[in-house]
């Protein structure tokens, strides 16, 4: 390595051979992460307690020892961070240790999880904190859904995805969401009749639609139909007759108005107030 990369590389070893071997190992899964984390998740990741760490202790301890950085969020929240050349330097002893499958998978899971716990706030009333949330967490989230597709975990990556694409669309990235959905329905592992896979196309249509791609979206919405028709899940089966209705009402009002009508049977058969309430609407305007 050049002198400037060898000088760097030695004065992180310097302050890594502070540590003892329980802080070393909470180092190395802590190198998991990209672009920060928090409290909670470095407990959810790292698992310190199995290497008879408290969490604060553990990261207080590196911060201490130049290793971890401390940024603050928000008033109410602390996230930690790693320049990139420590992250490097960590992710070599995460390998050296054994630990980086289950590290990276517990990481995955972490996130992929906080992505679906994400979904009904990103049209709710505290849509913005989420939003925000999401935005910290991206590379994280990004992370977790290579992990899912290297590791063939298709209902993960798909039910995940689902999840994310109204925030993809809030927050500018529709294009990056587009390619996600391109891949993760691609997945040989991801082509079986299931709700994962109903969700993904749902989520795919919705960021075509934001994009003007009228045929891609009726093409997501359509087998997202044909899935939901098979599962026999009602409330499922209308909100994805709804999703389809607007893409048909562009040319067959009257073929839309039929979705709508069975969409509407269908909430109130699943007894889904705000599911009548938004078919109602839309039959209402379409009246008018």
Known sequence: MPERQRTLRNAIAWSYDFLDVAEERLFARLSAFTGGWTLESAEAVCAPKELGLDALDGVTSLVAKSLVRTTQADEDLVR???LETIREFGLEQLHAFGDTDVTRRRHAEH????????????????QGEWLDRCDQEHPNIRAALRWAIEARDADRAQAAAGALWRFWHQRGHLDEGRRWFREILAMPSGQGRTLARAKALIGAGGVAWWQKDREATGDFYDEAVAIERELGDPERTAEALYNLAFVVAGEKIDAAAHLLEESLELFREAGSESGVAQVLSMLVIRDA
């Open 80 to 82: 930690f961070s790693m």
């Open 111 to 126: 996130f992929l999880d906080l992505a679906l716990e994400a979904e009904p706030h990103l049209t709710a009333e505290d």
